[in-house]
């Protein structure tokens, strides 16, 4: 066997190039580099700056909360009002409904009326985001395509499923889940979506984070939220086409002082209104926060609470000043089977215990089926979020990367201790032919019994949650009516107290 040794490689000698030439294409190359380099210098340092300006608490004097102005929010008589411009009118205080593309889930078009859909829906965006080519090629508005005659307020954030987030918003934009799994929406994609849907109002992009987050994170959160408030006011000023009303949220999460800072810059921004969610908040505790971040903002603008966890909380809400808040928490209600039996002109009438599941029968306690009518029952907006975020069923380097994207808030935050409900998936109900509630005027309590919708819980049929939606609305409807009548007596305190010690007495006997 042969071997050829390898000659040496020549060296190709390259002609050298005009030194003048080169000396200018180094000059010229360098000159660009260093002019680089000072932009990104210059933006780093403008945006540092402007961050330290914005939200750092040690070169900032601590904002107080208008003490003048709380005191008035005691006596609850500012709820009363009217807040319109030439396009619409909304009188406080008021209960929106959250839709689904502007549908209230659970209920057909045809059982729809101005009782379940009230006369403002709370759109999430990523219900939209699959017909806004659709709208653009229609030339409709959101409200058109969908056949409804009520206002439209577009909201990126998801109140009903307040997804942890952290880790996916980022300063380009704010993540979306729709049908086809996660999207980045910026700045300039949301505003352009505003324009094609024609909402009413909507709000704008927010970084919003728990309160569970450290000092850092929620700075940036804040940072983020500010500049995209910023960016859809020039839109809105550049472009005179676009009606829309702007709302901007407040962030901070849950941090006093933060909330404090962001709620005095946006009170001097050109906005219709102002939005606080409810997943920014702690769990509990809450309430003389609110009040210090309403008493800052200009008392002719509204504020809308939205994620509210419960019935209490809502009336917590209008309590603290805000003008109007949203029905989230009803799809919660509904979908594990939970129907509303609170007497709201007479809280302390609770219902009657004969009635209630009793959890040492044998029928309860033998029974499985109610305990497995109650997992996912219902179509829930959770199934569109990925498995990277509820982090099931992921291979051990999806958990590094995506840990910690879980719910804000937990199931129990919602019910069954915490608001006056009756759990109707229960055997107990199985044989009570009589109303869900009594002396309601519902459609479903006009038609249905407790025993028909426990037997469509049980077998999972898809009317279940219809009925209880409608149910579970009126009776809604019917606390808010009961919230203004105390309102304009002055004694919406009272029922306050009246409805916290009617709860912690339902809470002792469950």
Same mark, same amino acid.
Request: proline letters at 5%.
């Given at each position: 066997?042969?071997?050829?040794?390898?000659?040496?490689?020549?060296?190709?000698?390259?002609?050298?190039?005009?030194?003048?030439?080169?000396?200018?294409?180094?000059?010229?190359?360098?000159?660009?580099?260093?002019?680089?380099?000072?932009?990104?210098?210059?933006?780093?340092?403008?945006?540092?700056?402007?961050?330290?300006?914005?939200?750092?608490? *040690?070169?900032?004097?601590?904002?107080?909360?208008?003490?003048?102005?709380?005191?008035?929010?005691?006596?609850?008589?500012?709820?009363?009002?009217?807040?319109?411009?030439?396009?619409?009118?909304?009188?406080?205080?008021?209960?929106?409904?959250?839709?689904?593309?502007?549908?209230?889930?659970?209920? @057909?078009?045809?059982?729809?009326?101005?009782?379940?859909?009230?006369?403002?829906?709370?759109?999430?965006?990523?219900?939209?985001?699959?017909?806004?080519?659709?709208?653009?090629?229609?030339?409709?508005s959101? $409200?058109?395509?969908?056949?409804?005659?009520?206002?439209?307020?577009?909201?990126?954030?998801?109140?009903?499923?307040?997804?942890?987030?952290?880790?996916?918003?980022?300063?380009?934009?704010?993540?979306?889940?729709?049908?086809?799994?996660?999207?980045?929406?910026?700045?300039?994609e949301?505003?352009?979506?505003?324009?094609?849907?024609?909402?009413?109002?909507?709000?704008?992009?927010?970084?919003?984070?728990?309160?569970?987050?450290?000092?850092?994170?929620?700075?940036k959160?804040?940072?983020?939220?500010?500049?995209?408030?910023?960016?859809?006011? @020039?839109?809105?000023?550049?472009?005179? @086409?676009v009606?829309?009303?702007?709302? $901007?949220?407040?962030?901070?999460?849950?941090?006093?002082?933060?909330?404090?800072? =962001?709620?005095?810059?946006?009170?001097?921004?050109?906005?219709?209104?102002?939005?606080? *969610?409810?997943?920014?908040?702690?769990? %509990?505790?809450?309430e003389?926060?609110?009040k210090?971040?309403?008493?800052?903002?200009?008392?002719?603008?509204?504020?809308?609470?939205?994620?509210?966890?419960?019935?209490? %909380?809502m009336?917590?809400?209008?309590?603290?000043?805000?003008?109007?808040?949203?029905?989230?928490?009803?799809?919660?209600?509904s979908?594990?089977?939970?129907?509303?039996?609170?007497n709201?002109?007479?809280?302390?009438?609770?219902? &009657?215990?004969?009635?209630?599941?009793?959890?040492?029968?044998? %029928?309860?306690?033998?029974?499985? =089926?109610?305990?497995e009518?109650?997992?996912?029952?219902?179509?829930?907006?959770?199934?569109?979020?990925?498995?990277?975020?509820?982090?099931?069923?992921? &291979?051990?380097?999806?958990?590094k990367?995506? @840990?910690?994207?879980?719910?804000?808030?937990?199931?129990?935050?919602?019910?069954?201790?915490?608001?006056?409900?009756?759990?109707?998936?229960?055997?107990?109900?199985?044989?009570?032919?009589?109303?869900?509630?009594?002396?309601?005027?519902?459609?479903?309590?006009?038609?249905?019994?407790?025993?028909?919708?426990?037997?469509?819980?049980?077998?999972?049929?898809?009317? $279940?949650?219809?009925l209880?939606?409608?149910?579970?609305?009126?009776h809604v409807?019917?606390?808010?009516?009961?919230?203004?009548?105390?309102?304009?007596?002055? &004694?919406?305190?009272?029922?306050?107290?009246?409805?916290?010690?009617?709860?912690?007495?339902?809470?002792?006997? =469950?």
């Amino acid at each position: 066997m042969m071997v050829t040794k390898r000659s040496p490689e020549k060296q190709i000698s390259v002609p050298d190039v005009n030194p003048a030439k080169r000396l200018k294409v180094e000059k010229d190359e360098n000159s660009k580099t260093v002019i680089r380099n000072q932009t990104v210098q210059e933006t780093i340092k403008s945006k540092k700056r402007n961050e330290s300006i914005l939200i750092n608490p *040690e070169l900032e004097v601590k904002i107080e909360p208008d003490e003048t102005r709380r005191s008035q929010l005691n006596s609850s008589s500012h709820l009363i009002r009217k807040f319109e411009n030439e396009h619409f009118t909304l009188n406080s205080p008021d209960i929106f409904s959250h839709t689904h593309c502007g549908q209230v889930p659970h209920v @057909t078009t045809d059982l729809c009326s101005t009782s379940v859909n009230g006369e403002v829906s709370i759109v999430p965006l990523h219900s939209v985001l699959s017909c806004v080519k659709v709208l653009e090629k229609l030339n409709k508005s959101l $409200a058109d395509f969908v056949r409804t005659s009520n206002k439209i307020v577009l909201n990126p954030f998801n109140s009903s499923e307040p997804y942890d987030l952290t880790s996916f918003n980022d300063q380009l934009g704010m993540s979306v889940w729709g049908k086809g799994g996660r999207k980045k929406i910026t700045s300039k994609e949301y505003l352009c979506i505003v324009k094609i849907c024609q909402p009413e109002m909507f709000v704008s992009l927010s970084d919003v984070v728990p309160s569970s987050v450290n000092k850092k994170r929620a700075n940036k959160s804040c940072y983020r939220t500010l500049q995209w408030v910023n960016e859809a006011i @020039t839109y809105l000023s550049d472009n005179n @086409t676009v009606t829309s009303r702007l709302l $901007a949220p407040i962030p901070g999460s849950g941090d006093r002082q933060l909330m404090m800072k =962001s709620a005095n810059l946006l009170a001097s921004r050109q906005v219709f209104g102002y939005v606080i *969610e409810r997943a920014t908040l702690p769990v %509990e505790g809450w309430e003389d926060l609110v009040k210090d971040i309403v008493s800052i903002l200009p008392d002719s603008r509204p504020v809308f609470m939205l994620g509210v966890l419960n019935e209490m %909380e809502m009336v917590k809400a209008y309590n603290c000043g805000c003008h109007f808040v949203d029905s989230s928490f009803l799809l919660h209600f509904s979908n594990k089977g939970q129907a509303m039996v609170l007497n709201s002109a007479n809280p302390t009438q609770l219902p &009657d215990p004969s009635k209630q599941p009793d959890s040492s029968s044998e %029928e309860a306690t033998n029974d499985s =089926s109610s305990e497995e009518a109650t997992k996912d029952f219902g179509p829930s907006l959770a199934e569109n979020v990925p498995s990277e975020v509820t982090g099931e069923n992921e &291979d051990k380097k999806k958990k590094k990367r995506e @840990t910690g994207k879980v719910l804000i808030f937990k199931p129990e935050h919602y019910m069954p201790s915490k608001s006056i409900t009756l759990d109707l998936v229960s055997p107990v109900y199985t044989r009570q032919f009589c109303k869900i509630a009594e002396n309601c005027e519902c459609f479903t309590c006009q038609r249905h019994t407790r025993g028909y919708v426990n037997h469509l819980l049980i077998t999972r049929e898809l009317l $279940a949650p219809t009925l209880l939606m409608l149910h579970n609305t009126y009776h809604v409807r019917n606390l808010v009516n009961t919230v203004k009548d105390k309102v304009e007596r002055g &004694d919406l305190a009272k029922y306050k107290e009246t409805l916290d010690e009617v709860f912690k007495l339902k809470d002792s006997h =469950s």
